[in-house]
């Protein structure tokens, strides 16, 4: 699975934003096809998070090489599985995207959740966005992964995307066919970052009340 490669296909740096405290929020396509809607979902749900004080990164499954998880022992697994291990828990949001398979979630994702665990999604703001071919759209697989997301104990959010004929959602540009879908997609990276943001200033304010409250001896 993969091409052995890690890479971030896209990262951009929005600091400078004084409404919060600055967070790391990463996209995760669960599709392997170079051309694939999904990406394109989770890459408008990441511009969402712009006004924000945040720092982004895609990370596209195709790019790792990722065993089965069980395949082997855990100190057998390839260096990627780390790696991708460890820009999870760098991140203070994650938005998964996936495609409709068969009425579910990509293999390719659910495996790489398999080998993730509580260090990496446990806490954590989760926003969903799914693509599928039919008329129907891809509320199974959010279903799907929303419970998933529960069976992590992150905090997914309430709002998803489902987005249905996938072949015509989006533009050569990027950007989604329909502007209720833009404006869906990017509201989730918008909540994320806002939610991310609220959690560390609320860590931080934590810790200013222990520190202020310490005896001065
Ligand atoms: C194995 C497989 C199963 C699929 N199952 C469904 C399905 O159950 N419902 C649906 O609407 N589309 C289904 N599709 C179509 C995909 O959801 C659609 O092609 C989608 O755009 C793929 O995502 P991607 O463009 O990000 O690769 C399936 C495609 C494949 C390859």
């Excluded at 394109?40 to 720092?55: F, K, M, N």
């Excluded at 790792?64 to 780390?82: I, K, N, R, W």
Aim: charged share 20%; proline share 4%.
């Amino acid at each position: 699975m993969g091409t052995g490669t890690v890479e971030s296909v896209r990262e951009q740096e929005q600091l400078g934003d004084d409404s919060g405290p600055a967070v790391r929020i990463v996209g995760v396509c669960g599709s392997l096809r170079a051309t694939s809607a999904t990406k394109r979902a989770v890459s408008v749900a990441l511009d969402g998070t712009s006004p924000h004080a945040a720092s982004t990164g895609l990370i596209e499954l195709r790019n790792y090489q990722l065993p089965f998880c069980g395949q082997m022992a855990e100190d057998e697994y390839p260096p990627d599985v780390s790696r991708l291990r460890q820009e999870l828990r760098d991140a203070h949001g994650i938005i998964l995207g996936t495609p409709e398979y068969h009425g579910s979630l990509s293999g390719a994702l659910k495996n790489m959740l398999d080998l993730m665990g509580a260090e990496e999604f446990e806490g954590k703001i989760v926003g969903l966005v799914a693509v599928a071919g039919g008329h129907g759209g891809a509320t199974n697989s959010l279903n799907t992964m929303r419970m998933i997301g529960r069976n992590l104990h992150s905090w997914v959010l309430p709002q998803e995307v489902s987005i249905a004929d996938s072949a015509q959602a989006f533009n050569a540009d990027g950007s989604a066919t329909d502007p209720a879908i833009e404006k869906r997609l990017l509201n989730i990276g918008a909540q994320v970052v806002r939610l991310a943001s609220l959690q560390e200033r609320i860590r931080e304010d934590d810790f200013m009340a222990m520190w202020e409250g310490l005896p001065t001896w």
